[in-house]
């Protein structure tokens, strides 16, 4: 069945970088839009990248373009987000999702997230 895997969390200092990979199995993720969300506790989950399934253009939000980079590693199946100048505001739970017809879709599968922390 279709499963996305989210790894490369952890704890890192202000200004350092970081790079989440979203791997997927069951599914070819090249054909999927893949969204990397970030979500806070007692905020509203938001999205902070897309890379399209139909021809890879990238979208991110203002608070990370410019330090965030979102690409494909194809040959893991997998989509990356590299993270650089890092502030303690990137400080949340990081979460992947795939949807068929565009990032601006419902996303119907979804890996479990993964914990990044930036603090001195």
């Known amino acids: 069945q279709k499963q996305l895997v989210e790894s490369g969390g952890g704890l890192g200092q202000p200004g350092g970088s970081l790079r989440l990979s979203c791997a997927a199995s069951?599914?070819?993720?090249?054909?999927?839009?893949v969204g990397w969300f970030r979500q806070v506790p007692g905020k509203e989950r938001e999205i902070i990248s897309c890379?399209?399934?139909?021809?890879?253009?990238?979208i991110y939000v203002d608070s990370v373009k410019g330090r965030f980079t979102i690409s494909r590693d194809k040959a893991n199946n997998a989509v990356l987000l590299q993270m650089n100048s890092r502030v303690p505001g990137d400080t949340a739970v990081y979460l992947c999702?795939?949807?068929?017809?565009?990032?601006?879709?419902?996303?119907?599968?979804w890996g479990q997230g993964t914990q990044v922390t930036v603090a001195s």
């Open positions: 999702a795939t949807d068929l017809l565009g990032c601006r879709g419902g996303y119907d599968v």
């Open positions: 890379i399209e399934g139909s021809d890879d253009r990238t």
């Open positions: 069951g599914f070819n993720l090249d054909i999927y839009s």
